[in-house]
């Protein structure tokens, strides 16, 4: 199986992750989402060097994914093309952090301090959309951040975009599978058949949007989406849903007891 067979099965396992019947999956998705950006906010809000702080912030990480039934392996290995890019947002921190911390009788830069609480704080971020991702279908999202009020056309360039990498990776997918077959012998792509493969791909691309658009407007799409999910209003069990983790995550990041918790995961570090 080639990458982009790979890349394609990967997509199809998240979307079946998102519609299967558990309960979390069937909750309105407008709770989970202001959960999701509750948690994001209150993560980004940890101070620099507060590394104790962050970690205690998983908490929520591992109830969610328990709760959802989720594998922390698994999402890891999906994620694995954006994570590292995360954590090395930092790496400059070492060198550009004039601060020292004592740590018995060594001495380090800060920096080394606030790359790793950011490389936490960017992996639980990751981990808490992966979470949503996976138990909310696409649609779903978009029907809860139009409720929240987030512009028409973001929305739709948010939906289709996702929809269409879909069909860009079938047909990529599609070309590298015929030329797979009159070289068979041979590794990869050869380069001097990029441009000519690169072309058949925008070509095949720019017949498939139109198709799709002409479809869309035989529908009645005139710029803006009918999402069934945005029609339900949230039931009890969604709003205690949104109470019960909205107060974890305020009890997480505000409450003293924690915070000592996480100060003693770090040895009293800052």
């Known amino acids: 199986m080639n990458k982009l067979s790979v890349s394609l099965s990967e997509i199809y396992a998240l979307e079946n992750l998102a519609r299967r019947k558990l309960w979390i999956n069937e909750l309105h998705p407008l709770p989970k989402l202001i959960v999701t950006i509750t948690y994001i906010a209150a993560l980004t809000g940890v101070a620099k060097y507060d590394v104790g702080g962050v970690l205690v912030m998983g908490v929520y990480l591992a109830i969610a994914f328990g709760l959802s039934d989720l594998s922390l392996a698994k999402a890891l290995r999906r994620m694995r093309l954006v994570l590292p890019l995360v954590c090395c947002l930092g790496l400059a921190n070492p060198l550009l952090d004039g601060n020292r911390i004592m740590l018995g009788a060594f001495?380090?830069?800060?920096?080394?301090?606030?790359?790793?609480?950011?490389?936490?704080?960017?992996?639980?971020?990751?981990?808490?959309?992966?979470?949503?991702?996976?138990?909310?279908?696409?649609?779903?999202?978009?029907?809860?951040?139009?409720?929240?009020?987030?512009?028409?056309?973001?929305?739709?360039?948010?939906?289709?975009?996702?929809?269409?990498?879909?069909?860009?990776?079938?047909?990529?997918?599609?070309?590298?599978?015929?030329?797979?077959?009159?070289?068979?012998?041979?590794?990869?792509?050869?380069?001097?058949?990029?441009?000519?493969?690169?072309?058949?791909?925008?070509?095949?691309?720019?017949?498939?949007?139109?198709?799709?658009?002409?479809?869309?407007?035989?529908?009645?799409?005139?710029?803006?989406?009918?999402?069934?999910?945005?029609?339900?209003?949230?039931?009890?069990?969604?709003?205690?849903?949104?109470?019960?983790?909205a107060a974890l995550i305020l009890i997480l990041r505000c409450l003293p007891a924690i915070k000592a918790v996480g100060a003693s995961l770090t040895g009293g570090l800052p």
């Open 107 to 245: 001495s380090f830069s800060a920096g080394w301090l606030s790359l790793l609480t950011l490389a936490c704080k960017g992996v639980f971020a990751v981990l808490a959309s992966y979470q949503l991702i996976a138990t909310t279908p696409i649609d779903k999202i978009c029907a809860a951040l139009r409720a929240v009020r987030v512009p028409q056309i973001l929305v739709v360039q948010i939906l289709l975009t996702y929809r269409y990498v879909v069909l860009l990776l079938k047909q990529a997918n599609n070309i590298s599978q015929a030329y797979s077959l009159r070289a068979p012998r041979q590794k990869g792509l050869h380069f001097k058949v990029w441009g000519s493969l690169l072309g058949q791909l925008l070509l095949r691309s720019f017949d498939r949007a139109d198709a799709l658009y002409g479809s869309m407007l035989l529908r009645g799409f005139r710029g803006e989406y009918y999402y069934a999910a945005s029609a339900a209003k949230p039931r009890l069990r969604e709003v205690a849903y949104l109470v019960a983790m």
